[in-house]
């Protein structure tokens, strides 16, 4: 057995233009501040999402339920996401505001579902955006 790490040639090589699915290799995104993005806390921003998609199902508001949580990414700062969101196919025409403004009401909620679903001593900061719906 060979003690020789894995990487150079042979990790390039896994990453041909056929193997390419999105384009962007996660070892080199940059967050707002510039700063490389590390495996670690990409995983913890899908964490986050799959959370924000169950609790936002799970909501009373109308308008909340009709959410589609399209990504969540590190923002400037330490502890900090952006949350983007936008109105789904089957959602009634409301303005973009009244959706930051249940978002805002709810923030209190979504937050503590992300603590009790993410173990860390301290929870993310949420940011909230809501992009309009692509046709």
Do not use: W
Request: net charge positive; with cysteine; aromatic share 6%.
């Amino acid at each position: 057995m060979s003690n020789k790490r894995f990487g150079g040639k042979r990790l390039r090589s896994l990453y041909r233009e056929d193997n390419i699915v999105d384009e962007i290799d996660p070892r080199y995104e940059q967050d707002s501040r510039g700063q490389d993005v590390g495996r670690k806390q990409l995983q913890l921003c899908r964490q986050v999402q799959r959370i924000l998609i169950e609790a936002l199902a799970a909501c009373s508001d109308e308008l909340l339920q009709s959410l589609d949580v399209v990504s969540v990414i590190p923002a400037s700062g330490v502890g900090r996401m952006l949350v983007t969101c936008c109105p789904s196919p089957s959602a009634k025409n409301y303005p973009l505001h009244e959706y930051l403004l249940s978002l805002a009401r709810a923030s209190g909620y979504l937050r503590n579902e992300v603590a009790a679903g993410v173990y860390r001593r301290k929870t993310p900061q949420l940011t909230y955006q809501v992009i309009p719906r692509s046709e």
